[in-house]
């Protein structure tokens, strides 16, 4: 079965700094990963998707992730974080396990973007 | 296209009833699946539906059940609600089994007095 770590539980960054949020994984063979974005009293919001290919992927907002198999790890990041980033982010990691494929969340990183 | 449609958005309920809540996903998406997300627990997997059938389960008591229509409109039930089923419902709508890709909606937030 697949299960997902996200180490940080909440970050603070200044307004126009950069970010990574990091994320590990365990799963027998090569995931699905994704991140996503929940705004207060909303639901999730998908920024990117890896499934194969290249290892580096682009998504919504400005966000980037990078899968390094090695590692086990697909951590999110961004060059200049906006106020407007402050939210939840999930990553999930989807598998097939007992019972069918699955998607599974991590816990969750809060970020807090100081002015 | 229109998003994925929870209702209701917010309910409040005494323990020992019943509820039902609703979920109506993007349109031609076969795929329901329901999380449930508090702030201790994070989100956790409920189950999901595909073509009417459920696919998954997850650790959740025999209290909550689920159904899915065949237009893909699902609803989850809890009967003899507890404290500690008040929590954020939310839920996934995807044109494949397992939650790839999935959009999700608003969510029904459940308050459990």
């Known amino acids: 079965a697949q299960s997902v770590t996200q180490p940080d539980i909440h970050i603070t960054v200044s307004e126009g700094a950069s970010l990574e949020l990091r994320c590990n994984y365990s799963?027998?063979?090569?995931?699905?990963l994704f991140w996503y974005v929940q705004s207060p009293g909303q639901g999730l919001q998908l920024l990117l998707k890896y499934f194969s290919g290249d290892t580096l992927v682009q998504g919504i907002k400005g966000f980037e992730a990078e899968f390094k198999r090695s590692q086990s790890s697909f951590n999110l990041r961004k060059p200049s974080v906006h106020w407007s980033d402050a939210a939840e982010y999930f990553c999930a990691v989807g598998g097939l396990g007992t019972g069918g494929f699955k998607t599974i969340f991590g816990a969750g990183t809060r970020l807090f973007v100081k002015a | 296209k229109a998003g994925v449609t929870q209702t209701p958005r917010y309910l409040i309920k005494t323990r020992g009833q019943q509820v039902t809540l609703s979920c109506s996903p993007i349109s031609g998406h076969r795929s329901v699946s329901w999380y449930q997300q508090t702030p201790g627990q994070g989100l956790q997997f409920l189950f999901e539906?595909?073509?009417?059938?459920?696919?998954n389960k997850g650790n959740f008591p025999g209290r909550f059940s689920g159904r899915q229509f065949s237009n893909s409109r699902s609803e989850m039930n809890v009967s003899t609600l507890e404290l500690g089923d008040s929590a954020l419902y939310l839920c996934?709508?995807?044109?494949?089994?397992?939650?790839?890709?999935?959009?999700f909606g608003q969510g029904t937030r459940l308050t459990v007095v």
């Open positions: 996934a709508s995807s044109d494949r089994t397992g939650a790839v890709e999935a959009f």
């Open positions: 799963y027998g063979a090569t995931p699905y």
């Open positions: 539906y595909f073509s009417e059938t459920q696919r």
